[in-house]
């Protein structure tokens, strides 16, 4: 699944990129939490919450249904 995770986050990557921002994966637990750390100017960004939950969790659910959740750390 940590393949197909890190596949989904490519699709990502370029939007937060644009904004002088980025995502790394941490971890992804079998039970299905994805843990990632928001890397450059979405790391300290007010907005980086919302990014996180309407974005980026967003569409890791959608290529990989068996995501439950998305946290960062």
């Given at each position: 699944m940590r393949d197909r995770v890190e596949k989904?986050?490519?699709?990502?990557?370029?939007?937060?990129?644009a904004d002088g921002g980025n995502?790394?994966?941490v971890e992804?637990?079998?039970?299905?939490?994805?843990?990632?750390?928001?890397t450059g100017?979405?790391?300290?960004?007010p907005m980086s919450q919302m990014t996180l939950k309407m974005g980026v969790e967003r569409?890791?659910?959608?290529?990989?249904?068996?995501?439950?959740?998305v946290i960062a750390i």
């Open positions: 989904a986050l490519d699709k990502v990557r370029p939007m937060l990129q995502v790394e994966l992804v637990t079998p039970d299905g939490i994805v843990k990632l750390k928001l100017s979405c790391g300290c960004c569409i890791l659910k959608q290529e990989v249904p068996e995501v439950k959740e």
